[in-house]
């Protein structure tokens, strides 16, 4: 369908470009949202998708659906295939909390992305599968316990970490103080931390605040249950 208009969009956000979790993500599923709700909804949400996606591309380089998706859905949601676009939305327990803590830092997709390999183990590639099934069944069963032992990443975190100051003091700070588990958040720099009840995510957050006090670098720290709705207009 071609049509002879457009849109002239300004955004005004609060999410750091290089921070890790879902700058871009936010302005393309926020754009495309937008317009689909001045058109009179024409497409669903999960059609929305791909039109975000676009939004990344033009952002990244790459047209990929892992923070689009859940920005336009809500809740967790899992990308089986990009193409054929194939995404499931998988509701979360409902005293599901994150902690996010962001150092301000810019840290580049493109930079987080060239220390990776291009290959990894079987063993590395069990371990991984073996942990994204358990926190996918922990999620849907509930189970607390089951997502906080499956919060384990085993080929990109190790690369990545060594890029993020206090990396390793902050995730051990996150599980004394009651994380469910603890990791990257998107590609760095910012820190996450799930954990089950609001008072346990911020004493999670208290904890890591006094980190990066001691570090004496500045930072902003974000403590949300989980958005199982996805984008609204306020």
Same mark, same amino acid.
């Given at each position: 369908? #071609? /049509?002879?208009?457009?849109?002239?969009?300004?955004?005004?956000?609060?999410?750091? @470009?290089?921070?890790?979790?879902?700058?871009? !993500?936010? +302005?393309?599923?926020?754009?495309?949202?937008?317009?689909? #709700?001045?058109?009179?909804?024409?497409? /669903?949400? %999960?059609?929305?998708?791909?039109? @975000?996606?676009?939004?990344?591309?033009?952002?990244?380089?790459?047209?990929? !659906?892992?923070?689009?998706?859940?920005?336009?859905?809500?809740?967790?949601?899992?990308?089986?295939?990009?193409?054929?676009? $194939?995404?499931?939305?998988?509701?979360?327990?409902?005293?599901?909390?994150?902690?996010?803590?962001?150092? =301000?830092?810019?840290? %580049?997709?493109?930079?987080?992305?060239?220390?990776?390999?291009? /290959?990894?183990?079987?063993?590395?590639?069990?371990?991984?599968?073996?942990?994204?099934?358990?926190?996918? !069944?922990?999620?849907? /069963?509930?189970?607390?316990?089951?997502?906080?032992?499956?919060?384990?990443?085993?080929?990109?975190?190790?690369?990545?970490?060594?890029?993020?100051?206090?990396? $390793?003091?902050? %995730?051990?700070? !996150?599980?004394?103080?009651?994380?469910?588990?603890?990791?990257?958040?998107?590609?760095?720099?910012?820190?996450?931390?799930? +954990?089950?009840?609001?008072?346990?995510? =911020?004493?999670? @957050?208290?904890?890591?605040?006094?980190?990066?006090?001691?570090?004496?670098?500045?930072?902003?720290?974000?403590?949300? %249950?989980?958005?199982?709705?996805?984008?609204?207009?306020?």
């Amino acid at each position: 369908m #071609e /049509t002879e208009f457009g849109f002239e969009i300004e955004i005004y956000k609060h999410i750091k @470009a290089g921070s890790g979790i879902g700058s871009s !993500a936010a +302005s393309s599923a926020g754009a495309v949202f937008g317009i689909n #709700e001045l058109l009179g909804q024409p497409f /669903t949400r %999960k059609e929305l998708v791909k039109f @975000a996606m676009q939004g990344e591309k033009l952002a990244s380089g790459n047209a990929h !659906a892992d923070n689009v998706a859940p920005a336009l859905l809500g809740g967790f949601t899992l990308v089986r295939c990009s193409n054929p676009l $194939d995404i499931i939305k998988i509701d979360s327990p409902s005293e599901l909390y994150a902690t996010v803590v962001h150092p =301000q830092i810019e840290l %580049k997709t493109s930079d987080a992305r060239s220390v990776l390999k291009q /290959t990894v183990s079987l063993k590395s590639a069990i371990t991984q599968w073996g942990n994204v099934g358990g926190l996918v !069944a922990g999620l849907y /069963t509930q189970d607390y316990e089951l997502i906080g032992r499956s919060l384990h990443d085993e080929i990109v975190e190790p690369l990545r970490s060594v890029l993020i100051p206090g990396f $390793d003091l902050i %995730k051990k700070t !996150a599980y004394e103080n009651g994380a469910l588990g603890s990791g990257i958040s998107g590609s760095g720099p910012s820190i996450f931390a799930l +954990s089950k009840g609001e008072a346990t995510s =911020q004493k999670i @957050a208290k904890a890591m605040s006094m980190v990066y006090d001691e570090m004496k670098l500045p930072y902003e720290i974000h403590v949300s %249950k989980v958005n199982d709705q996805g984008m609204k207009i306020i």
